[in-house]
C-alpha cells in the first residue's frame, strides 16, 4: 500500500536527471520525501458507528462515544476499560487510558476487534457516563 505523499513504485525516483549521470559508475542515492501528512481521523461528534457495540452474547460492549471517547464493559464489570479512539474510513485506532493500543475494521455493519466479533446494540437511554472526556 502506497501513501499519497510518498511515490509509486512506477514514479522516477531512481531516473538519472541528465545524460551524464546515465553514465556514473556512482550508484544514484535517492531518498523518498518524508511523509508530512497523517490520515486525518473522522470527526466522532456525529458519526454513523456511534453507540454501543457487543459480542453476540453480550459479554464485550464497547460504547464508542461522541468526542472520541469509548467505554468498554465485560461481563458484570461496566467500565472495564476506558479511553481514546479515531476512526479513519472503516479502521478504528483504540488507546485505553493505561497506553495498551488496539484497532479493529467496521465490515457490512459488523466491527472486528481483537478475534471479537462486535454488533451494533439496539439503542438504550443515555447513561450518565456518556459524557466521558
Known amino acids: ?29 535517492t531518498q523518498a520525501a518524508p511523509c508530512t501528512t497523517q490520515p486525518a481521523a473522522t470527526d466522532m461528534t456525529a458519526h454513523t458507528y456511534l453507540g454501543t457495540w457487543t459480542t453476540s452474547d453480550g459479554h464485550v460492549r464497547h460504547r464508542l462515544l461522541p468526542g472520541g471517547r469509548y467505554d468498554e464493559a465485560r461481563g458484570t464489570r461496566e467500565s472495564a476499560y476506558r479511553g481514546s479512539y479515531a476512526i479513519t474510513g472503516t479502521h478504528i485506532d483504540y488507546v485505553d487510558d493505561t497506553g495498551f493500543t488496539a484497532d ?29 472526556q
Open 104 to 132: 479493529g475494521e467496521f465490515r457490512d455493519g459488523v466491527l472486528y476487534h481483537g478475534g471479537m466479533v462486535l454488533r451494533r446494540a439496539a439503542p438504550t437511554r443515555q447513561r450518565a457516563t456518556d459524557h466521558i
Open 1 to 29: 500500500m502506497t501513501h499519497p505523499n510518498h511515490p509509486t513504485p512506477a514514479a522516477d525516483v531512481h531516473r538519472p536527471t541528465s545524460d551524464a549521470a546515465l553514465h556514473s559508475p556512482e550508484p544514484r542515492q
